[in-house]
Nanobody
Framework: QEQLVESGGGLVQAGGSLRLSCVAS????????MGWFRQAPGKEREFVAV????????LYTDSVKGRFTISRDNAKNTVYLQMNSLKFEDTAVYYC???????????????WGQGTQVTVSS
């Protein structure tokens, strides 16, 4: 079983950068694909990015391509989301999740963190 804890959120001006981290406490982190999702007020949770268990494959939602980079360090049980050129519409609570499936649907992920708030001022 994995417990996930996100950090790195905060308030940033449009055009700025943030790096989110998600640390897993279980012993099977390297077996899971790791995803980042976000949820803005009044909206459904949406897929942002996913990285395969070995870091060899990544997938991004169109709105963040070229601006966000997902990466992982299995030795540190950590997955990262580097967010550059942030826009007001990136404002949301960001969640990391661990899953056995390679998928973009939140319901197919097994473990979730508590979320970290990202606020982008325009």
């Amino acid at each position: 079983q994995e417990q996930l804890v996100e950090s790195g959120g905060g308030l940033v001006q449009a055009g700025g950068s943030l790096r989110l981290s998600c640390v897993a406490s279980g012993r099977t982190f390297s077996r899971y694909n790791m995803g980042w999702f976000r949820q803005a007020p009044g909206k459904e949770r949406e897929f942002v990015a996913v990285i395969s268990w070995n870091g060899g494959n990544t997938l991004y939602t169109d709105s963040v391509k070229g601006r966000f980079t997902i990466s992982r360090d299995n030795a540190k049980n950590t997955v990262y989301l580097q967010m550059n050129s942030l826009k007001f519409e990136d404002t949301a609570v960001y969640y990391c999740a661990a899953g056995s499936n390679w998928h973009t649907a939140p319901r197919l992920y097994d473990y979730w963190g508590q979320g970290t708030q990202v606020t982008v001022s325009s």
